[in-house]
């Protein structure tokens, strides 16, 4: 029976030379010579055949392992041949979807041709047209001022803000006669009636109004913004934030800072 070291080294008969023998052969003396016409592969070789070279991996020997390590290599073959095939199945649909036919491209030119068509319709012209009288008839109830109102009293006072269409909005500017930031105010509010003609500017002199002294120092100019009757937004000492020197923008940017009146003028 062979042994391990038989199995790792080979069987003795083919690439092992047994050291016991190699003494009985020296202490012989006599030198073997090879019989004419007998093989030398009779004689126990010396040295171990040298293995036939790998590249691979496999440590397998024998017919047995050559099949198995040619059988993995067709099965990678196999499984890189159908990622290869999968990803020209892939560029094919890419290529499809990207690339129309002339029969497509002719239907997406009539579509863009009917479609031209329509839009130069005279039912579609007349029914924007009857949109945008709808829309102007919505805002029609709204009414147009373009003018800074002057308010003598109390009353005119109450009456520009409670008489008015809920869906005005109403600045009313208290002011003190001399005051050149006051001056600065009313001059800048006529230009914002010019541009936004839907707002109502007014303003009101602070005695007028029955304001202390304190606020007629103090207190002015003065912003107040009323919408359906009440006040939204009140608005002291203006001058304090738009500075020393400001015009119409610099209070347009503030009233629609503080959510007053809109960025877009409604005429």
């Known amino acids: 029976m062979a042994t391990l070291e038989d199995k790792i080294l080979g069987e003795k008969s083919q690439n092992y030379c ?3 023998e190699s003494e009985n052969e020296a202490e012989s003396g006599d030198e073997a010579e090879t019989p004419k016409g007998e093989s030398c592969m009779s004689q126990a070789p010396c040295a171990p ?9 496999s440590s397998n020997t024998g017919p047995k392992g050559v099949i198995k390590d040619w059988q993995r290599f067709k099965q990678l073959e196999s499984e890189r041949r159908k990622e290869q095939d999968q990803e020209k199945i892939m560029l094919m649909k890419k ?7 002339a029969l497509e491209e002719e239907k997406d030119k009539q579509i863009e041709a009917e479609l031209e068509d329509l839009l130069n319709d005279e039912f579609l012209l007349q029914y924007q047209k009857q949109c945008m009288q709808e829309m102007l008839a919505k805002v029609s109830g709204i009414p147009t001022f373009g003018a800074l109102q002057d308010l003598k009293n109390g009353a005119e006072f109450l009456d520009a803000i409670e008489k008015e269409n809920a869906s005005v909005t109403v600045v009313i500017h208290i002011y003190e006669e001399n005051n050149n930031l006051c001056k600065s105010m009313n001059e800048g509010l006529k230009a914002l009636c010019q541009e936004y003609k839907k707002v109502k500017f007014c303003r009101f ?11 007629k120092k103090e207190g ?23 500075g020393d020197e400001f015009y119409s923008g610099d209070i347009e940017n503030f009233l629609i800072e503080h959510g ?3 960025s877009v003028p409604t005429e």
Do not use: H
């Open 95 to 101: 290529l499809t979807l990207t690339c129309k036919t």
């Open 220 to 242: 002015v100019p003065a912003l107040l913004v009323y919408k359906g009757g009440q006040l939204i937004g009140n608005f002291v000492s203006v001058g304090n934030e738009l």
């Open 49 to 57: 055949v040298e293995p036939s070279k790998w590249d691979g991996v």
């Open 260 to 262: 007053m009146i809109s």
């Open 205 to 215: 002199l602070s005695s007028a109004a029955g304001m202390s002294r304190d606020f």
């Open 18 to 20: 047994s050291s016991s």
